[in-house]
């Protein structure tokens, strides 16, 4: 089974013939020097390092998170089921005892993916960890995750899949939403009326550098997780917090991200974001790479490494600490600030509408979800989206979402309401979807 | 009578020897190896096949050897130095390299960008320190030198101005791919064996022409290709590990066309395997690996599994078991104890030594017939793991690229090819295990010696072009040349790497050969700075493969 020692597994697949487009961030190139770095470093050679190779993940292993719409091969490229396959891949070794941790440093990314996918929203169309979760879940029976996000921009989408579910801890830590896409992110999204404080985001101001990153991470990451007990941990990798990093305003650097690794210590590390491809990439994932491998990382630096130059304001750091303090408060008295949140509970359900936008595809979807309230499970989840843009002009679906974990009252209440809207003629959707967990299996009815 | 070509296999056995033309086998030889004296090994061998052979008839000599394994092996190192400019990234420390190392600073990153200069005045106190030491031998590496050697091509300069009486060689000379420490180890590795590996060749050739032996001579590398002998001398270590490579070819040569095939050697203490994969013998992904040392030199992948005829029956726990421990010679041939071999012979499958022999020791464990049995079935699915093991390994190997995903499908072999001395024991009950055919070869004893003779010459040039930079480097010579301004298309980057395949082919004395040459890899990647594309980057990877020389016909 999982142990601590032994060797870092790392897959490496940049998927070198697919981009979006010839210009765009998310293209072949974008591994290319980290490939150099990697190999000309020799550290496949290393004893400490076994590298693997992706698999492509199935409808069915896609399929388990996502509502793609109309269905898994609209959505997912080769590329895309090669990346999560990637991430299965590793998540196997790791299961089985092969490697003590792993990092896939793969791409296309995926921590934008919402639940149901209409389209590519912030380069992503499926969402490598989620899918990973759910297969770690089914084969290996794992139940509580936690997932560090240190990707520069929110995870939405994971903060959304895993809204409702109080088994999965999501940290996130990006740059402010008031200041880069995708806007969201803040102290009091957290979480879903049964999943109270299982979603915390650490806004940080732009031009925080490494100090306010472990900070952070100190005082907020680790203890929370230390209480949580997760059976794994993974860590969402963006690379964007990096100084150089052309899309976004923070001041990390390759040996900030070494150090967080090496703190974090997570048990599987995805990559996601990071397009400053030459000035950060080969420095931040080598130094990713040997931390999680145990190996020396004082010699990793930036060809224009300027420490003073990348210091974390006191301001900065001041508004750091009161977040800081703020989430440690909620995470210490969920009971009380749950009350406050969620102040009307009385009914059965509790719902929330949204609104989400595709940027890469120009999509705009209007969702309803509902999640219906149990004592004894997560409950299930109905979403009711309409989505219009891109190269479909309008969808309406319906979908019904039992977890895994759903009780047997939960599971039969949600299938029975899948059904019936089934045999509603009248039913105003292009597409009805069952994603049954227990019963590992998805209905479409058109 | 003409067109005769002689291959020699030196293995660490036996040396074998084989003439061949047409298509035909003309002679055979096997002589044992003296460790010591491998190149009167090699001659005693030659002598023998060359029995009413006019010296004028042969076209070409070709040999294997593990000379250069051997002369590692034997721990000849200590008088290389390193001087190393790693620069930043991993802790030069955590590397596995043979000899001393000096370590100095300058910094080259991945595009060739000089990122920090080198301090001239620390570099001749780290060279004076490395001759004051004693050192006569110099190996100066660089991260990225082959991208950019001007820091590896600035210090040797200054330690021939300090010294003269000193062998100062550059890494990217040694080795232009991307790999640091392998090309440190491979640059120490070559400037400690070139003497020796030379005097063996002057006095192989000085032998050969006092036989009026006047034709080319070759040898074989790890890729199963053949190299020139005068291009060879600079190149040693490019011979490492050519015994697989030749036993390789040997069963190519033997073996139905374009089948997926193992290639089964088995011996007296191992069974190696190989993998032919539509007739294309399966190389190592990462390269040759010696003493846990990587080099940056291409080799088949090789699996050797400890199981071999010599290996011993014992009782444990009541059940007959067969331990991979050599303990001597089988009983049938004379030893004490039973072995695989002994189980072998009284089942038939062999007709060598005497079975009765060979019943007597079976017997000591219980009833003859039932522990030959379990002793074979055992070795069958030792072997059996190994091969799965194989393709298993083979389907895992990482892949970059979409494309290359999509190539690897679920595979298993169709033939399985045996070569050795065990081969006709053993081979045919394996491969009926496996469902595949099999194919004993007439000349399965020296296929070694045929796979020398009959292979053809293999060369890679491996092109990255930088338009920005305006630098096209080549991996092979570690040559980084200016690029002319001008639009190039992927097409164009083509007809320069060919262009500058063609040169390097002349250079090692194997022109016209362009038709056979494949294009294994050409990619162009947009470098892109802030939000338009300012270059490209190709990357063009061309091959001519192993295969055998047309004056052989394969048997079907």
């Known amino acids: 089974m999982r142990r601590k020692d032994g060797k870092l597994g790392l897959l490496f697949f940049p998927a070198f013939d697919w981009a979006i487009s010839p210009t765009h961030p998310e293209r072949e190139e974008r591994l290319l020097y980290t490939r150099d770095q990697i190999v000309e470093e020799g550290l496949l050679d290393l004893d400490a390092i076994a590298e693997y190779a992706p698999r492509q993940a199935t409808d069915k292993e896609i399929a388990r998170v996502h509502i793609c719409v109309p269905d898994v091969a609209a959505q997912a490229t080769e590329a895309h089921r090669v990346a999560a396959g990637g991430a299965l891949a590793l998540a196997d070794a790791w299961a089985t005892g092969e490697i003590a941790n792993g990092f896939a440093i793969i791409r296309p990314p995926g921590h934008h993916a919402m639940r149901v996918v209409h389209g590519n929203r912030g380069f992503c169309n499926i969402h490598n960890e989620a899918v990973m979760v759910a297969h770690l879940r089914k084969t290996y029976g794992i139940r509580r995750v936690a997932i560090v996000d240190t990707d520069v921009h929110h995870g939405d989408g994971t903060q959304e899949i895993f809204y409702h579910d109080p088994d999965v801890l999501v940290i996130g830590l990006h740059q402010d939403g008031r200041t880069l896409y995708p806007g969201t992110g803040f102290v009091d999204e957290l979480g879903g009326p049964g999943a109270f404080a299982r979603n915390l985001n650490v806004p940080l101001p732009p031009g925080t550098g490494d100090e306010g990153v472990l900070y952070v991470l100190e005082h907020l990451v680790l203890p929370v997780l230390a209480d949580f007990k997760p059976e794994v941990v993974i860590n969402s990798a963006g690379q964007d917090n990096h100084y150089s990093d052309p899309l976004a305003m923070m001041k990390v650097s390759a040996q900030g991200y070494a150090r967080l690794n090496a703190l974090l210590a997570p048990n599987l590390a995805i990559l996601e974001g990071g397009y400053a491809i030459q000035s950060a990439l080969p420095y931040v994932n080598l130094g990713i790479i040997l931390a999680m491998a145990g190996l020396e990382t004082s010699y990793v630096r930036e060809p224009d490494y300027d420490p003073e130059g990348l210091r974390t304001s006191a301001r900065h750091m001041a508004a750091i600490k009161e977040t800081v303090e703020l989430l440690q408060a909620i995470w210490e008295q969920p009971a009380m600030m749950r009350e406050r949140f969620y102040p009307d509970l009385s009914g059965e359900t509790f719902t929330r509408e949204k609104r989400i936008f595709y940027d890469t595809d120009n999509i705009v979807e209007l969702q309803e979800e509902t999640v219906r309230l149990c004592d004894a499970c997560p409950g299930w989840v109905r979403i009711a989206s309409r989505a219009r843009g891109g190269v479909f002009g309008q969808r309406a679906i319906w979908s019904m979402t039992i977890p895994l974990l759903a009780c047997e009252r939960c599971a039969d209440e949600a299938r029975e309401q899948y059904w019936a809207m089934v045999h509603t003629p009248t039913a105003p959707y292009d597409y009805l979807y069952l994603q049954d967990g227990p019963a590992d299996e998805v209905t479409l009815k058109h | ?556």
């Open chain 2, 1 to 556: 009578m003409a067109d005769i070509l002689i291959g020699i296999d030196v293995g660490g056995t036996f040396t074998d020897a084989v003439a061949v033309r047409d298509g035909e086998v003309l002679a055979t030889a096997k002589v044992p190896t003296q460790p010591n004296a491998l190149e009167r090994s090699l001659l005693g061998a030659l002598d023998q096949v060359m029995r009413g052979i006019a010296p004028g008839d042969v076209t070409r000599v070709s040999f294997s050897t593990t000379l250069i394994t051997n002369l590692l092996a034997q721990g000849l190192l200590p008088d290389v130095a390193l001087l190393l400019i790693p620069g930043p990234g991993c802790d030069p420390a955590m590397y596995h390299l043979p000899g001393r190392a000096w370590i100095v600073g300058g910094a080259v990153d991945f595009r060739g960008r000089e990122i920090d200069a080198i301090d001239l005045e620390e570099v001749d106190a780290a060279l004076e320190a490395t001759y004051d030491t004693g050192f006569r031998r110099l190996a100066v590496v660089g991260k990225f030198s082959s991208r950019n050697p001007l820091h590896e091509r600035q210090i040797v300069a200054r330690a021939l101005r300090l010294h003269s009486d000193w062998h100062v060689v550059a890494g990217h000379t040694v080795s232009g791919q991307l790999n640091f420490p392998r090309r440190a180890a491979a640059t120490a590795f070559t400037l400690a064996v070139e003497e020796p590996y030379r005097a063996f060749f002057t006095h192989l050739c000085e032998a050969l022409s006092a036989r009026g032996l006047t034709c080319p001579i070759v040898i074989l590398k790890g890729d199963g290709g053949t190299l020139p002998l005068a291009a060879a001398e600079r190149l040693p270590l490019q011979s490492i590990f050519s015994g697989p490579a030749a036993s390789v070819l040997g069963a190519l040569a033997l073996r139905p066309k374009g089948a997926t095939s193992v290639v089964v050697d088995v011996g007296g203490t191992t069974t190696d395997l190989a993998l032919i994969l539509d007739g294309e013998p399966l190389l190592a992904s990462r390269g040759a690996v010696l003493d846990g040392m990587a080099l940056p030199v291409r080799a088949f992948a090789t699996r050797s599994l400890p199981v071999g005829g010599d290996d011993v029956a014992v009782l444990g726990d009541g059940k007959v078991l067969l331990r991979p421990v050599r303990l001597g010679m089988a009983a049938c041939l004379g030893g004490s104890e039973p072995t695989l071999t002994d189980a072998l012979r009284y089942l038939g499958e062999t007709q060598v030594g005497d079975a009765e022999a060979a019943r007597l020791a079976l017997e000591k464990l219980g009833p003859p017939a039932e522990v030959a049995n379990v002793l074979v079935e055992q070795a069958l699915s030792r072997i059996e793991s190994g091969i799965e093991a194989m393709f298993e390994a083979w389907q895992k190997e990482p892949v970059y690229r979409l494309w290359e995903l999509r190539q690897k499908g679920e595979r298993r072999p169709d033939v399985l090819v045996g070569v050795g001395a065990g081969a006709s024991s053993l081979v045919p009950r394996l491969a009926q295990r496996l469902g595949a055919r099999v194919l004993i070869p007439s000349y399965a004893p020296v296929a070694n010696a045929l796979g020398a003779a009959v292979a053809r010459p293999t060369y890679t040039t491996t092109v990255h072009i930088d338009t920005e930079r305006r630098t096209l480097a080549v991996a092979e010579t570690g040559v980084v040349e200016p690029l002319a301004a001008g639009r190039l298309t992927l097409d164009g980057a083509c007809v320069l790497a060919r262009d500058r395949m063609a040169r390097r082919g002349a250079e090692l004395g194997l022109e016209s050969m362009a038709e056979d040459v494949v294009e294994v890899l050409a990619e162009q990647f947009n470098v892109v700075e802030g939000w338009g594309t300012v270059g490209q980057i190709f990357d063009i990877h061309l091959e001519r493969r192993c295969g055998l020389v047309k004056e052989w016909k394969l048997e079907t």
